[in-house]
T-cell receptor, first 112, second 114 residues
Framework: GEQVEQLPSILRVQEGSSASINCTYENSASNYFPWYKQEPGENPKLIIDIRSNMERKQTQGLIVLLDKKAKRFSLHITDTQPGDSAMYFC???????????FGKGTHLHVLP | EAGVTQSPRYAVLQEGQAVSFWCDPISGHDTLYWYQQPRDQGPQLLVY????????NSQLPSDRFSAVRPKGTNSTLKIQSAKQGDTATYLC????????????FGEGTRLSVL
């Protein structure tokens, strides 16, 4: 299979706290995992990615973790701000093709 | 560098009408994707190309949908005889072939079928 499951679908957090989004994938040939942020009326924008030879990557308040054995990867947003409120999508790409499959998305609400 | 360019930005049709969407990928990007994104859902892959070749079109909803990329650059996605269920945003994305190349999206075409 090639499905990417993403949870939760809705996430509400207080400003300044952390937010975590989890994804699982089925295709063991998946080797690259980008994350996108989409604001209302706009296109999805790449915010961070991780390759299968890494377990952790961090940039500007974003942390991505990858557990290949469990076929699970996650996005952690530290010190959330109102501007972080948006839809977030995980995706997975396989080695045997360049197909990129997306999760269904998480609607993050950062509450003041 | 210029981003992915799509046109039109919006389209409103009656059921049964045809529509075409056009995409100009980022220069040098050999892989081009078309996604359908219904409201409040994730992008769903319809078809993708490497250069002019269709790699996978198995997710095109039916023979009402077709996509071409004749010279390996611009691409056109066409819907014949649109249905209300086709209402969605159609996103084009492109990337270079490579291990860690994420698709980068255009602004999309927002389609409403009445």
């Amino acid at each position: 299979g090639e499905q990417v499951e993403q949870l939760p679908s809705i996430l509400r957090v207080q400003e300044g706290s952390s937010a975590s989004i989890n994804c699982t994938y089925e295709n063991s040939a998946s080797n690259y995992f980008p994350w996108y942020k989409q604001e209302p009326g706009e296109n999805p924008k790449l915010i961070i990615d991780i390759r299968s030879n890494m377990e952790r990557k961090q940039t500007q308040g974003l942390i991505v973790l990858l557990d290949k054995k469990a076929k699970r990867f996650s996005l952690h947003i530290t010190d959330t701000q109102p501007g972080d409120s948006a839809m977030y999508f995980c995706a997975a790409r396989s080695t045997n093709a360049y197909k990129v499959i997306f999760g269904k998305g998480t609607h993050l609400h950062v509450l003041p | 560098e210029a981003g992915v360019t799509q046109s039109p930005r919006y389209a409103v049709l009656q059921e049964g009408q045809a529509v075409s969407f056009w995409c100009d990928p980022i220069s040098g990007h050999d892989t081009l994707y078309w996604y359908q994104q219904p409201r409040d859902q994730g992008p769903q892959l319809l078809v993708y190309f490497r250069d002019e070749a269709v790699i996978d079109n198995s997710q095109l909803p039916s023979d009402r949908f077709s996509a071409v990329r004749p010279k390996g650059t611009n691409s056109t996605l066409k819907i014949q005889s649109a249905k209300q269920g086709d209402t969605a945003t159609y996103l084009c994305a492109s990337s270079r072939t490579g291990y860690n190349q994420a698709p980068l999206f255009g602004e999309g075409t927002r389609l409403s079928v009445l």
